[in-house]
């Protein structure tokens, strides 16, 4: 297509320009339409790409252009920096600089500066929204990953602006082209949207994955002659380790219609395995190497690791470029008052490094079929879940073996690269190369001969921005196109005919294609043959799954879900229809499209009105729990149990009645209570929502409604509708008990409350907090008199309060701990101050722990006294000091070597030594002792596994 061509388009923008976000740098390049056109692109459109060099602090008051945008963000202190070395040429709403001078003096000062956002945007245990970054600093005004993300796209688009002038060629307004990992899920593709949309971009940006940009890249420098390099049904894999991801793709060139044309075959899973894995086993290394033994802070750590990172650049750079230097000189001084006298330094050398990269990262392993997800993450280091195993070159080779029937489908071929193309700051140096073609050699046992051949990539660090640019011309029909489409298929759950009164959640057995893999961007799919029923007038949720090397599945089919489906987080929506608000089925039919941006929409449309109701994806809250049961109650056992529950608690039913109404439930269900499965509780839950007025006849229907309502609601989360319900139930929550002076009843409230604690939400557990903060932070002989059994339900209510600030739950400590007495203390006190002091929550944001200093005094304090045999105090102090893996939640390896002896005196259960001392997961026998009851049948909370290795 000719420019001229171009500029009489609507949506006709001068500029096509890609930007590669990425986890360690992010670099811009762009392409000028107005000197592109049949000529030039005959002449190779690629030449006409240029890189953006962004202006950025390099120095106190030092302004530079640099060819990359280091992803490092700055959050200055009050007299950290002064405030003329931090001016920018263009105004600025805050003080926040990222660049180089964010990542050298953030290096020298880690609790102010923000890394590895990208790796937080996909983490699905943190509240990517909130303000979690730099993550474990204290005292520090944080952000969240995605006011991250958007502060360096936010820099990009104001540094473009400044140097172009002409509100028409600002960035917001060009054609632009973001590239995302091919491992992101939908979530985090979506959070990379918001923030692009917070920094002040367009909707209408495109989203690319990285590994096809690199590819892109290659195609630029060989528009002309890359025949002379691949011939039909080659398979090449594009092989992407950044700071922090590591993405396979595998592209093969195939004959369409007798002009060859590069098809994708398959993309990888989400690993976070890069280069900021690679700085912390070399910070390990380094440390180890001290010949002053020290107990490292995490700031510290993080420090080391900063250094280790450079020191690696430096390393491995090619013989050429740093000459002979073999080694570098790590130093890492004390901090406070020992500034000086605790400085420590070791040297790493190059035959060390690569050693520990070879052995560690790139080993030649042998074949194997294990899948690799069952080796699962772990929480590690700095908060995020790194994968267990950090052996590239087996990841490698899990990927190939997972694709084998893919690949032979389409090449008729076993699935070993004829050529790889290696990406990413990890893979420059030609010796990992090297290690990763003798690996693959290994493992399919090939000669030397038959080993992939190296597709050359000049810049890595440039090369998925370039490529990000050249997809943008070929959206605009110039250039080469590499077959592409959705990287992964994705379908829907369907609920059974007998279960078609609720939608579809994690119970569902069947799943219904809707996008398959390859489909093109822009695609809109109808399936006008396939027609559901779903509930208008109240939050519906639509299960979602999608797979990364199934191939053959058609949108439309009907297939049962197993192992090679990946949950997805759901659709929601509230389908609103007639004017009466009232709740009934209507037949649907879903449409779904690949957006020209790679991201999936869906909507519901009515089969008997015009309406159409959009599906978004839940991404506010991480999925804490997984429901999954194999018994379901039929209908008529539901009714049998309304009508049962209507009758007990009619205004003329008589105590006895009432008092029996769960054995009678047990009787006609033939199940004890706490074998009820989860659908069923929350039915029965339903049922006393909907008649919340029940408990107004007396103090006994309070009672009941409040213990019965708990305990089917209990934890507050984990079903699809339980979102809906918290509204309601915090409506009732808003009223108080209406029995307050009964004994009975105000326990009975807070055993409520503690009950539907987790589903409520920050803001609601501060309010709670507030309420009871009067009589339990009052001061001695303050405040409101409580009962002790009360008070004790009080403190239990509040501790499983997971989402209250840290500086709540640190003001409940302090009055908690001082009535904590040998011998005369409740157990369920102690329980308390575990749920409060936790190192691993149970639903909770993980940027909710009470860090690990605090924790250790209230450790110490409680070390001072003689406990009875009797007194759970080692319980408590296992939750609280459990070890998680993550350095900034984990306490000090000299509190733990203080505690194992004290814990041995005290003759503490091995289970108890061994949560301190080594990462332990929580299992389904301790989720009951942790939550303070059973969990329902079916619920099953998703902790992080063992972590492996140091």
């Not at 990517?128 to 005004?141: F, K, T």
């Not at 899973?269 to 070399?282: E, P, V």
């Not at 915090?730 to 008990?737: A, D, E, F, G, T």
């Not at 110490?860 to 007194?871: E, N, Q, V």
Request: aromatic content about 8%; glycine content about 6%.
């Amino acid at each position: 297509m000719k420019t001229s061509e171009l500029s009489h388009r609507n949506d006709y923008k001068r500029y096509v320009v890609g930007i590669d976000l990425g986890t360690t740098n992010s670099a811009v390049s762009y392409a000028d339409l107005t000197h592109i056109d049949t000529q030039s692109a005959g002449a190779g459109i690629g030449n006409e790409i240029k890189v953006f060099k962004v202006p950025q602090l390099t120095g106190p008051g030092e302004f530079s252009l640099v060819p990359v945008l280091p992803s490092f963000l700055y959050i200055p202190g009050k007299y950290d920096v002064a405030g003329n070395a931090l001016k920018h040429p263009w105004k600025k709403e805050n003080d926040l600089f990222a660049g180089v001078f964010a990542r050298e003096h953030g290096a020298q000062v880690p609790s102010r500066l923000v890394s590895s956002a990208k790796s937080w945007l996909c983490h699905s245990r943190a509240d990517r929204e909130a303000p979690i970054l730099p993550w474990g600093s204290q005292n520090v005004d944080k952000i969240s990953p995605v006011k991250a993300t958007s502060e360096y796209l936010r820099h990009i688009r104001k540094a473009w602006n400044h140097f172009i002038k002409d509100e028409d060629l600002f960035l917001e307004n060009q054609f632009t082209v973001i590239t995302v990992p091919a491992s992101f899920d939908e979530a985090a593709r979506e959070y990379t949207l918001k923030a692009a949309r917070e920094a002040g971009f367009s909707k209408n940006i495109t989203l690319l994955e990285e590994p096809l940009a690199a590819f892109y890249a290659w195609v630029t420098r060989h528009e002309h002659d890359w025949q002379s390099h691949v011939k039909a049904d080659d398979l090449i894999l594009v092989c992407d380790v950044g700071g922090g991801t590591t993405d396979f793709t595998l592209i093969s060139l195939k004959e369409a219609e007798g002009s060859p044309r590069f098809e994708r075959v398959a993309v990888g899973d989400h690993l976070i395995l890069g280069g900021d894995n690679i700085d912390l086993t070399l910070a390990r290394y380094v440390a180890s190497k001290f010949t002053q033994k020290a107990h490292l802070t995490p700031d510290q750590w993080k420090t080391l690791s900063y250094k280790c990172r450079a020191a690696k650049e430096k390393l491995l750079l090619d013989s050429d470029e740093n000459g002979d230097e073999n080694r570098v000189r790590i130093v890492l001084r004390g901090e406070g008052r020992s500034l000086i006298a605790n400085t420590l330094s070791a040297d790493l050398e190059k035959e060390e490094l690569e050693d520990i990269l070879c052995q560690g990262f790139f080993p030649e392993v042998e074949p194997s079929l294990v899948n690799c997800e069952k080796s699962g993450k772990a929480i590690a280091e700095f908060g995020l879940p790194y994968e267990q195993e950090p052996a590239i070159t087996r990841h490698i080779g899990w990927f190939l073996e997972r694709h084998r029937e893919s690949v032979k489908a389409t090449l008729g071929k076993e699935p070993i690269p004829d050529h790889i193309l290696f990406n990413g700051g990890s893979l420059k140096p030609s010796v990992f190369q090297n290690k990763i073609r003798a690996a693959i050699g290994k493992w399919f046992s090939c000669e030397n001969q038959a080993l992939p051949t190296v597709l050359d990539n000049r810049d890595p660090d440039l090369s998925v921005a370039l490529g990000a640019s050249y997809y943008g011309l070929v959206k605009q029909g110039i250039g080469v196109r590499v077959g592409s489409g959705s990287p992964r298929s994705y379908y829907i759950g369907i609920a059974s005919d007998n279960a078609r009164n609720k939608t579809c959640d994690a119970t569902c057995e069947k799943i219904m294609c809707v996008v398959e893999r390859g489909l093109d961007e822009g695609s809109l799919i109808a399936l006008p043959e396939m027609e559901f029923d779903v509930v208008t007038n109240q939050p519906v949720l639509f299960s979602m799954f999608s797979s990364s090397f199934r191939s053959g599945d058609k949108s439309g089919d009907i297939l049962e879900v197993d192992d090679s489906l990946t949950p997805l987080p759901p659709l929601k929506t509230i389908i609103k229809f007639g004017k009466k608000g009232e709740s009934k089925r209507i037949p649907v039919k879903i449409e779904a499209e690949y957006t020209e941006m790679g991201t999936l929409a869906m909507w519901c449309r009515s089969n008997v009105s015009s309406h159409r109701w959009t599906l978004q994806f839940q991404l506010r809250e991480p999925q804490v729990g997984e429901a999954g049961e194999s018994e379901i109650y039929d209908d008529d056992t539901v009714n049998n149990v309304r009508n049962l529950l209507t009758d007990a608690f009619s205004g003329s039913a008589d105590n006895a009645r009432l008092s029996s109404v769960v054995k009678n439930i047990e009787k006609l269900v033939e199940t004890k209570r706490n074998k009820w499965p989860l659908s069923f509780l929350r039915s029965v839950a339903d049922h006393l929502i909907e008649n919340v007025g029940w408990r107004q006849n007396s103090p006994e229907h309070e009672i009941r409604w409040l213990n019965l309502t708990g305990f089917c609601v209990r934890p507050g989360f984990g079903d699809a509708f339980d979102e809906s319900r918290m509204p309601k139930l915090w409506k009732v929550y808003l009223q108080r008990s209406l029995f307050p002076k009964a004994k009975q009843n105000a326990v009975e409230w807070w055993i409520f409350c503690r009950r539907i604690a987790g589903g409520l939400t920050a803001g609601q557990q501060r309010q709670f907090f507030q309420d009871v903060s009067s009589y339990l932070l009052a001061n001695n002989g303050a405040g409101k008199k409580v009962p002790k059994q009360e008070m004790t339900e009080v403190w239990m209510a509040a501790a499983n309060m997971e989402r209250l600030l840290i500086k709540d739950k640190i003001a409940l400590s302090k009055k908690l701990i001082p009535q904590l007495k040998p011998g005369k203390t409740p157990h369920q006190m102690f329980w308390a101050l575990s749920r409060i002091g936790a190192r691993e929550l149970l639903y909770g944001s993980v940027d909710r722990v009470v860090p690990a200093q605090e924790v250790e005094r209230w450790t110490k304090r409680l070390m001072k006294i003689s406990w009875t045999p009797k007194d759970q105090v080692a319980t408590a102090l296992a939750q609280i000091l459990r070890k998680t893996g993550d350095r900034t939640r984990d306490v000090s390896q000299g509190m733990i070597q203080i505690i194992v002896p004290w814990f041995e005196q005290r003759q503490a259960p091995k289970k108890s030594l061994d949560m301190i001392q080594t990462v332990v997961p929580i299992e389904s026998a301790d989720e009951a002792s942790i939550f303070g009851e059973s969990l329902p049948q079916g619920l099953i909370l998703r902790h992080p596994p063992k972590l492996l290795g140091p």
